[in-house]
Structure formats: C-alpha cells, structure tokens
C-alpha cells in the first residue's frame, strides 16, 4: 500500500512539472530561442547575385543547392506544371478568351489593357513573393512592433490576411520568417518561410504555398524513387516533402527534437494546413537517408570525369 501511494505522488508530482513546463513562458520559449540563436545560423547566407545559398565552412565559402531543385532532380524530374495546369483548367470558348493588346491599332488598344485607375491584380510568383514577404515581415514584427508591419504593409495581400487569421485560429505563434538553414549530409540548404510555435511550445516548420488554381492535390505520374508505389508528383506533396526534410534537418543537425513541418496552403477557395500522415510519415527518415546517397553520388560522377576519385583497382 505503501509503495502505491508513493507511486501516486510522484506521478503527480510529475504531472505537477509538466504543467508547469506549459505554462512557464520561459521554459516554453527556451527551445525556439535555442533554435533561432544557433551558431549554424551565421554560417548560410542566399546570394541574390549568383541566385543560390552560400556556406561558410572554416572561412570557406562554397555554393550549396536549394531544397526545391534537390527534390526535382531525385523525386520528381519530369514535372512540369503546365501541364497540370491544362488538365485543371478547361479550354475556354474563343469569345471568352482575353486577347492582348500587343500589335493592335492604338485606336482599339484600350479594349484589351486593364481599365485606367484599376491595378492588374497580381498572379503565379509575383503574387507568391508579395504573400511571403509580407509574412516575413509580420513574423519578424510579431514580437518587437506590430506597427511596424502596418506601416511597411498598409494594404496586405488577401492572401496574407486569410494565413495570419488562420495562424490565430489554429494557435501558432510566429517568431521569424525567411530563416536559412541547411544541410551538410543531405547538402542542400533553404530558407523557412516561418518559424513558430504551437500552444505546447514545439517548434513548428511553416512552408508556405499560394495559389495553383485548384490544382494543388492534382499529379501527373508517380514520384521516382521509393515513393513512386503509392505518393504522385502533386504540389501538395512536393510541399509535403519539402516540410518533411526541413522536419529532419532541423532535429538533426540543430538538435531540435520537437520540431515538425507542416504546408499551408492558400487560395481563393481558403486556407488549409496539411502534415505529412500515414506512409509518407513512417517513411520519412529513409527519405532522408535515400536523398543523401543519391545527392552523394551525383557528386561523385563529375569527380571521376575531372580524375579526381578514387583509383581503381
């Protein structure tokens, strides 16, 4: 009897910590800060000019590939997203069609421009660009002056209205956005869209997507590789795996074990919030491991072209 009314008060003095971990602000913002403080921060860097990342190794500099070419070049090589495009959207009739301006008498140009006074609404990367740099700066500004981003962002996207609205709702709280990160294993690097925490304190991995006019969970073929049995090439799970591999770098290397990466996912219709479930959950370390050979391997090729690998025996 006495050892079950020992066992009872030290589960509940247990229970007493763990409720105070959640509701202790400190303890719970020690690991986003640990994360986003991160000496490996300092070392990766986006290079506008030469349009790639940078990582300064030991006073080395050398180029590293985006997350996003990585994932093509292994998992989804043929895509294209024409394509999808075309078998989303249905062929309009000719008289619906807009035709444009270029090569028509000045007298009838003004039927095809945009009405004077009405801004051309943007579309595709122009609209994408605008969503995240506008959820950078609410991020970087969530916690130093709000004010400040109604002042850099006096008239926000929609887009970026309907996310940060879904933020409140589902209770995740932005600390950063663009945060660099990468990957000497795997030997890709990217930028986070937005870094947060949920109402547990876990880090959570925001990738952000816009737009794809209903087409998003639409694919062409399968993916190559060991997920070609049962996941297609849809932007859904592009994203997907993006998130997934950010999730492992990020446990990994910067020894954040409550991290996980998540997509949300925004257009006309709303905005959604997807997480890799199931199969492509449980298959989500050997993803990492898979990619990792396959990118060492395609270094190796021009290694051996230049003499520079091993000797054969």
Known sequence: MFYYCLLSCLTTERERD???KKMDPIVRTEEILNFIRHPRHSSVSYSPDDDCFLVNNRGKCSRIRGIHRLLSTHLWPDYDHREVMQLA????????RRRSAVGKPWSQRHLYMTPKGKQRELKGQARGSKVHEELCTYARMFHVDRSEFKRQHAAPHRYT???IVALERWGLTPYYGEFNIYDEYVGYATAIDMVCTDTNGDV???EVKTGFNGCFQQGTKPMEGPLGTFLSNAPVNQALLQ????????RKRYNIRSASGVVIH???????????????????ANIYKWLAIKENQRKEIPRRR???GRNKP
Do not use: Y
């Not at 062929?91 to 619906?96: D, K, N, S, T």
């Not at 998130?243 to 990020?250: G, P, R, S």
């Not at 006309?268 to 997807?274: E, I, L, N, Y």
């Open 243 to 250: 998130a997934m591999l950010m999730e492992n770098t990020v």
């Open 266 to 284: 925004v257009d006309d219709s709303g905005v959604k919030m997807w997480t890799p479930k199931g199969k492509l959950l449980r298959q989500s």
């Open 89 to 96: 959207r249905p062929a309009r009739p000719a008289h619906l």
């Open 306 to 308: 230049r003499g520079g």
């Open 204 to 206: 959570v991995l925001v």
């Open 161 to 163: 209205i309907k996310i």
């Open 18 to 20: 763990r409720d105070k």
